[in-house]
């Protein structure tokens, strides 16, 4: 079975970096576009991040100069570094990717890992 498994997250002050880590687990064919997203609780889940096969990257406004998205396709890991962090980005991060497997090809999420940027 295919799982994404968060980890990176954690309390940090304003200014400060983080990075989280996404890997893809179980026996897969590829991955295609990787991606970042958040949720606060009571609000919609927004994107973040995505990054495509070849290495085109995209991003929220919000986060654009400050995050960089990469990905490892030899680990099938995805990355999401973040600095100059700021309170407005506390949220949950949740990793997905769009994975080929023997079973076709389907959206998988991440667990969640919780960001949390405070004095």
């Known amino acids: 079975q295919v799982q994404l498994v968060e980890s990176g997250g954690g309390l940090v002050q304003p200014g400060g970096s983080l990075r989280l880590s996404c890997a893809v687990t179980?026996?897969?064919?590829?991955?295609?576009?990787m991606g970042w997203y958040r949720q606060v609780p009571g609000k919609q889940r927004e994107l973040v991040a995505t990054?495509?096969?070849?290495?085109?990257?995209n991003y929220a406004d919000s986060v654009k100069g400050r995050f960089t998205i990469s990905r490892d396709n030899d680990k099938n890991t995805e990355y999401l570094q973040m600095n100059s962090l700021k309170p407005e980005d506390t949220a949950v991060y949740y990793c997905?990717?769009?994975?080929?497997?023997?079973?076709?090809?389907?959206?998988?999420w991440g667990q969640g890992t919780q960001v949390a940027v405070s004095s």
């Open positions: 179980g026996t897969i064919f590829s991955a295609n576009v």
């Open positions: 997905n990717a769009v994975i080929l497997d023997s079973g076709g090809r389907r959206l998988y």
């Open positions: 990054i495509m096969s070849g290495g085109r990257t």
